[in-house]
T-cell receptor, first 110, second 112 residues
Framework: GEDVEQSLFLSVREGDSSVINCTYT??????LYWYKQEPGAGLQLLTY?????DMKQDQRLTVLLNKKDKHLSLRIADTQTGDSAIYFCAERGSQGNLIFGKGTKLSVKP | DSGVTQTPKHLITATGQRVTLRCSPR?????VYWYQQSLDQGLQFLIQYYNGEERAKGNILERFSAQQFPDLHSELNLSSLELGDSALYFC???????????FGQGTRLTVV
């Protein structure tokens, strides 16, 4: 079936890089997404990558896609305290809906 | 601000009651999705509409129903509420059925 897995927690120091990993199951997914959820807020679309790409960079964010291993990662350079949030990986399901992982809670220590 | 508006922001109601959650999509978006977020289940897809028609169905209970109106706003109706229905309900919208989706701030439903 369609499933997305993420580790639940990540803790880094301010200024370090954060790498959040995700694995997905549907090899036919055309787009893969990263969303950010801050406490008490909705989900904010951070970035997405098309399945025929290996990498996408957008300012401090770098997305890497290994289609063979069905592995997606989000790297945040120079992580700031404002980056503390829950990060969700999502793939497109066969019906067009987004299938989310459980989210990785990123804690940034000063 | 994503441009997706959900009302109300908070709702407290008793078991057995019925509530309606409302969503206004971003201007120009034809697709609306509903998701339920709870601590134990994470983000679960409920249902999707495209230009007024139901397009995809997820783990939506029979007690729940939704519709999308001609002006493209959508409503999610939850009836015979149970304590376990307490959750954050999100609406998202996208231009087409397969485009990136933008989420509203959610409605927090508490059933007591």
């Amino acid at each position: 079936g369609e499933d997305v897995e993420q580790s639940l927690f990540l803790s880094v120091r301010e200024g370090d890089s954060s790498v959040i990993n995700c694995t997905y199951t549907d090899s036919s997914s055309t787009y893969l997404y990263w969303y950010k959820q801050e406490p008490g807020a909705g989900l904010q679309l951070l970035t997405y990558i098309f399945s025929n790409m290996d990498m996408k960079q957008d300012q401090r964010l770098t997305v890497l896609l290994n289609k063979k291993d069905k592995h997606l990662s989000l790297r945040i350079a120079d992580t700031q305290t404002g980056d503390s949030a829950i990060y969700f990986c999502a793939e497109r399901g066969s019906q067009g809906n987004l299938i989310f992982g459980k989210g990785t809670k990123l804690s940034v220590k000063p | 601000d994503s441009g997706v508006t959900q009302t109300p922001k908070h709702l407290i109601t008793a078991t057995g009651q019925r509530v309606t959650l409302r969503c206004s999509p971003r201007s120009g978006d034809l697709s609306v999705y509903w998701y339920q977020q709870s601590l134990d289940q994470g983000l679960q897809f409920l249902i999707q509409y495209y230009n007024g028609e139901e397009r995809a169905k997820g783990n939506i209970l029979e007690r729940f129903s939704a519709q999308q109106f001609p002006d493209l706003h959508s409503e999610l109706n939850l009836s015979s509420l149970e304590l376990g229905d307490s959750a954050l309900y999100f609406c998202a919208s996208s231009v087409g059925q397969w485009d990136e989706a933008f989420f509203g701030q959610g409605t927090r439903l508490t059933v007591v």
